[in-house]
């Protein structure tokens, strides 16, 4: 596997050495232009932009997470949780989880509408009482069930929730990357900027850097295992956050994705959340 | 004729059970639970110490494409004090039918009303099941038919609840219980039909924006019964319970403006008594991130008042005063910790919740609650004497 992939990098080695020429050429006439009609800040939205755009118009998602939560000596906790997602047009997504394990937070659901402007709109069912709850969703910053991504890692990231700056290109793992920075316009976000490694071809994130209120490196985020659903939709196949400061770290699988399921705005109610299974 | 016996319980379960063994989902829990109390009880019957053993298993099978549900959750408790404790009752049991925009559910089900964190005025579909806490938060299985249409503008629930459940308490070897035994055999309605007479409730219940609210009204059976003291030259003094008719219109209202959640909780009622108005109000405030840590506090600020003439376990001119910590750590540690002080006689009731997985499907709990400051006049002075701790290990399937 290892040595295919160092073959093919070879190759696309020397394909990049005979064009070389070319590629100095147009980039210095593409810089040229991009320093009269674009600022870092405007080509780091426009890529943003491009993102959203190429992912618009999934409708609906389902899937099923693991997560594997490792601390610092190596010990392992997991949990299982059921999603669905919903595209709302002219604002944030609709989400609802499902937790299955552990156990005793079995049937537990949260309930979300993410909207591009303001607070989030959180509801909470607890299985034992039958009790729907609304809860507060301005800790975004906190963690997600114990986990080492925060609610705000999670939730439906839209445009409009961060300023942009595009900072380089760079190639790693056979792939070129658009690197941008990205600062959250939340005041309640724990992040200062995060720094953000999308692939040029399919504008996918295959990395992000966190940084803290104290502008300390605190976590990285690595997707791996994307996959392309109806032949547009990418999405990553695991998600590993290590948190750099306590040496915690969290893996989150995603199994049997699927799209336009048909699921409808019925199905994420406060009553489809208390009935959720 | 306080519903199931234990072993009729369990006899029912098996027998609806055993074909659906194969198909659908098993879930639930067995906890042990130890209590120990401060001081010498206040009986003689009654022990210092106590051991109890509870089983909740919920079967639950959906089909039709998710259209149909059935879920059954019966529940069991042996205790070794008090033989009152140990019963059994069906939590749920009841079949669910969805159509495009309405649901038809038949059988016992838990229904929960509300928003404060103290006490639980507007919720009244369920009887409580005292025997089992005296948070109230334990409930019996309600039986009914209950339509819930679900229109743009809200969700509206229709309850036809033909049968009416006793409020259980504990016995006379229970601990806490109240000064006098509970003579449920002699249990009088004011309804001609008795247990026999179909309550009926309607609700409201919708959000706009920040803020959720719920409008009910319920037309039955009082939930919580008035005591009448009879004397029997034999047995001595009991306390019989009178459930009474009950007219009752309900508001639940919480708003919910970044870290702040502002609820109210409103009740007016009316029985033979005449009109009586009960309220629930305050906040919860939550701090994020506390110490530079994961951790969330929420701080609670409740005021409860109660005007209603007849001498009952209301809270009249209260606060409740309370703190809940988050730790938000790998075995979701938390810990509530709560006061509820009367403003005129200064009784109050303390209490401390807090729980914490150990491995992956065992969680251990602690309670405690203190009975502080009683004043003769108080219905908590009965329990002057039990304050307790309590130790509750589960383990969940």
Redesign the interface.
Known sequence: MNHRLSDRTRRVGAAAKRSAFFVLATAIVLSANIALAQTPEQRGLEIAMEADRRDEGFGDSQVTMRMTLRNKNGDERSRQMRSQSLEVADDGDKSLIVFNDPADVKGTALLTFSHKEGADDQWLFLPALKRVKRISSSNKSGPFVGSEFAYEDLSSQEVEKYRYKYLRDESFDGRDHFVIERYPVDKKSGYTRQVVWLDTQHYRVFKVEFYDRKKSLLKTLVSSDHKQYKDKFWRPGVMEMTNHQTGKSTRLEFFEYEFQTGLDEADFTRNSLSKAR | MNGLTPVRALWLATALLAPLATAG?W?G?VGLEGTLFAGDPLFAEQSDSNLSLAFEPEY?H?WDDGAQ?IVIAPFLRVDLRDKKRTHGDLREAYWQRSFA?M?LAVGLR???W??TESIHLVDIINQTDFVENLDG?DKLGQPMVSL?A?PEWG?VDLFVMPYFRERTFAGNEGRPRLPLPIDQDAARYESSRGDQRVDLALRY?H?FGDF?IGLAHFSGTNREPRFEIAFDPLRGASLVPNYDRLEQTSLDL?A?K????YKVELISRHNFDGRSTALAAGLEY?L??IFDT?A?LGLILEYLFDDQPALRTSFRNDVALGGRLAL?????SELLAFAIVDADTQTTLASIEGSR?LA??W?LSLEGRFFLNPDPTDFLFGLRDDDYVELTL?R??
């Open positions: 989902e879930s829990n639950f959906d549900r925009s649901e838990k229904v929960f509300g928003v938060e819930r679900l969700t219940s959000y959720d919480q919910t970044g870290d702040i959640l939550t994020t991130g994961a969330d938000n750590d790998v075995q979701d997985r992956q499907s969680r589960e969940y399937f």
